[in-house]
């Protein structure tokens, strides 16, 4: 159970501004790829690979944390969406400070953990209010590696769909209406919240490996269940032909 002085239905969106991004827009602007590089002239070189065909790629810790803010910029200055993908937990005014430092960056999405809780979630919120043109804030439910196992070892009973579901509304009521789930509770998460922006990784083509994901769908089937942005790592960044890969990807989603 959550107290009810955290959860309150009512709380209005703080990044209402923003709004789902329309449903119908073309498959090149819901296709994020995940640059999970140990360097900068890796991930460059994968971002040449698929230019013109890719227009969002996905910063995460391991190549953030190998190069810092310079390829965020760098991505920026050829004219790229940027979801950096830190996933913050820590406590509120540190994670507000954190947000204050990472909106100048100018990025386009950015991501805090659901489960770092209301009072968190809602610092996070408020701290990107007061900045010019602020990245769309996305809540991180249940990891895609996660499984009901893994949830039990660290003392969660419910199921990854409970649990995830739970989280989701804790940063709707906190003012975050960006989530980032497996495509496997999106359905659900579109029937509760339907004004979210889904965020969905997880997402393998058929046939393609499945590596530590544990929740995973198709390309198709993640934007049948609602969707927004597809988040795909390794089926592309691994492929003998990336280019070749993204455009299969990218067929599949029209
Ligand atoms: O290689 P793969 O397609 O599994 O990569 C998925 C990407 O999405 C990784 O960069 C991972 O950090 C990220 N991610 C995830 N599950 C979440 C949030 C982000 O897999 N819940």
């Known amino acids: 159970m959550v107290p009810s002085e955290y959860v309150t239905q009512e709380a209005p969106a703080r990044d209402a501004a923003q709004g789902r991004p329309d449903p119908n827009r073309q498959p090149a602007e819901k296709l994020i790829v995940a640059l999970d590089f140990p360097d900068a002239p890796q991930a460059l070189a994968l971002v040449d ?127 975050i209406s960006g989530l980032v789930c497996s495509p496997e509770e999106a359905a659900q998460m579109r029937k509760i919240l339907p004004a979210s922006t889904l965020v969905t990784p997880g997402i393998r083509p058929a046939g393609a490996a499945i590596g530590d994901q544990k929740r995973i769908a198709t390309p198709a089937s993640a934007l049948a269940a609602g969707a927004d942005y597809l988040v795909v790592g390794r089926p592309i960044t691994q492929a003998a032909d990336p280019a070749d890969a993204a455009s299969h990807i990218l067929r599949e989603m029209e």
């Open 49 to 175: 690979r698929l230019e013109g065909q890719c227009r969002w790629f996905k910063v995460g810790l391991e190549l953030y944390l190998a190069t810092g803010n310079s390829v965020v910029e760098t991505l920026k200055r050829r004219g790229f969406s940027v979801f950096l993908d830190l996933k913050l937990h820590d406590i509120p005014n540190t994670v507000a400070g954190a947000m204050r430092s990472v909106a100048r960056l100018g990025a386009d999405m950015l991501t805090v953990h659901a489960s770092g809780g209301p009072v968190m979630l809602t610092a996070a919120a408020e701290a990107l209010a007061g900045v010019p043109k602020p990245p769309r804030l996305l809540a991180v439910t249940v990891l895609t590696s996660m499984d009901a196992a893994q949830l039990t070892t660290i003392g969660i009973s419910a199921t990854p769909g409970e649990h995830a579901l739970l989280l989701a509304q804790i940063a709707a009521s906190s003012g």
